[in-house]
Each structure stands twice: as C-alpha cells, then as structure tokens.
C-alpha cells in the first residue's frame, strides 16, 4: 500500500475536496509469481487483500495499479467490481499502468 502517485491524483480517480475531513486514499499493489499466475492463488490473494482493506482499514478511495497488458490481474479486478478508470504512464521508469479503482471500501 502507498499513497497515490501524482499520475493517479491528476487521473481524477478520488475526490478531494476541501470538505471538513480529510480523504483517504490508497494504491494497493500486488503480484504471484509466474508458477501461480494460472491458479486460484491470485483470485485468493486479491479476495484476502479486499476483504482485508474493507474491515481493517477506513480509505476512501482505493485504487489497484496493474501492469499494462496484464489481463489476468485486470480480469481479477474487474470480477470483483473494480472499474478501469484510467491509464498512467511513467517515461522514465518505461512502465504503463492501467488503474482500477475499487467501488466502495
């Protein structure tokens, strides 16, 4: 977990407004090595990971990065109600990133 990137603020995604309380919003990253891509582990790991955030932690706004061409964490994401809401693209890192956002926390 870490704090949104610029990339991802200027994407839109969360809403900060100038509301009396503070918004809190994550971007949350994950990976299974290749071995276990194919699977039920990612499909475990992603569902532990949200139920974790949903009854632990209080964001928000919570946003998943994954790799550009990566269909099978986005096919993941999207299954559990996550949204494509944009793509970031990191020159100097040479990465692309489709960002998806989770619905409610």
């Known amino acids: ?3 949104l990137s610029q990339e991802i603020v200027d994407l839109g995604v969360c809403e900060f407004s100038t ?3 503070e918004v809190f919003a994550t971007s949350v990253a994950f990976w299974v090595r ?6 039920e582990f990612s499909s475990k790991i992603l569902d532990a990971i949200i139920q974790w955030l949903k009854s632990e932690w209080y964001f928000d706004c919570v946003v998943f990065p ?12 999207l ?9 970031v693209r990191n020159e100097s890192r040479d ?7 989770m619905r409610s926390t």
């Open 34 to 39: 290749e071995s276990h891509a194919a699977s």
């Open 79 to 87: 299954d559990r109600d996550c949204i494509l809401v944009g793509d």
């Open 95 to 101: 990465s692309h990133w489709d960002i998806y956002q």
């Open 19 to 21: 509301s009396e309380r």
């Open 1 to 3: 977990m870490n704090p």
């Open 66 to 77: 994954v790799a550009k061409g990566n269909s099978m964490h986005s096919k993941l994401l």
